[in-house]
């Protein structure tokens, strides 16, 4: 009798009929990355993934709610299930996809490097001998930066968010900032305390450090949450919903 109730339960498991009823999506995010996520002054969730996020979660007739997590532990908060989903500007790699899965891209925006203007550094081994290079902690940038200039004499260093980057390169503490370049322009440049920085050098492109572009981090047992989130991205680009998103924060089309 044992035998058969164990056989039903995994029947009714294989069959769907104890999936998870999506109602309630809990996005992790780490707010400190704006435009893409940051706190308003009220301390307010603001930015093109917490709208994209209310967006996805009003297409699923879901609620929405939002957990603040560090970035260097939001893959291990994830596959602790303290949230469903990380909606924080995270790149798709290969690292990283061997941890958990991903949705179907949501924008692509390459990394840069940002220094006082007219010092003259560059994104190389050479034009950035001797400097200290600021980085966020867990984050694609980091990897890059670790794996093709440290070895080479630069010093990287890495905080526990954008922010205290920034903090420290104001202060004279580091000599350049890596990190995405629409965040650079948006968060930092166009600010009146990035006035006097620029971008220095072109922009930095490598699959194997920086990815294929952001997506949705997910566990990878939640199939089925992958596949609503999905399909709520193609409706939601197909009503228009996302340019409006995106023209909130950008004259140009992220997503390409």
């Known amino acids: 009798m044992k035998k058969l109730a164990i056989s039903v339960v995994l029947a009714l498991a294989a069959s769907g009929a104890y999936a998870k009823d999506w109602t309630v999506i809990r996005f992790g995010v780490n707010p400190s ?5 940051s706190k308003a002054s009220s301390g307010k969730l603001v930015g093109l993934d917490i709208d994209l996020g209310n967006a996805i979660c009003a297409q699923l007739k879901a609620k929405c709610e939002w957990v603040e997590n560090a970035w260097d532990g939001i893959i291990p908060a994830l596959k602790a299930k303290k949230f469903d989903a990380i909606l924080s500007s995270m790149s798709v790699t290969e690292k990283r996809l061997a941890q958990i899965d991903f949705s ?60 205290l980057v920034y903090q420290d390169l104001l202060a004279g503490r580091l000599d350049a900032a890596l990190q995405d370049s629409v965040q650079a322009e948006v968060g ?50 197909k009503s228009g919903t996302f340019d409006k998103i995106q023209k909130k924060y950008f004259s140009f089309d992220i997503y390409n």
Do not use: C, M
């Open 33 to 37: 990355y704006a435009p893409f996520e």
């Open 104 to 163: 179907d891209k949501i924008y692509r925006s390459p990394a840069r490097l940002v220094a006082k203007k007219g010092v003259g550094i560059l994104p190389t081994v050479e034009g950035l001998n001797g400097k200290r290079v600021g980085v966020e902690q867990g984050s694609t940038q980091e990897v890059y930066a670790k794996t093709y200039w440290e070895p080479k004499g630069v010093t990287v260093v890495a905080y526990q968010n954008q922010d």
């Open 188 to 237: 930092f440049l166009k600010s009146p305390e990035g006035r006097d920085y620029a971008f220095a050098g072109p922009a930095l492109r490598d699959t194997k450090t920086l990815g294929i572009g952001a997506a949705i981090g997910l566990r990878k047992e939640d199939i089925e949450l992958k596949k609503a989130i999905n399909g709520a991205l193609v409706e939601i680009h």
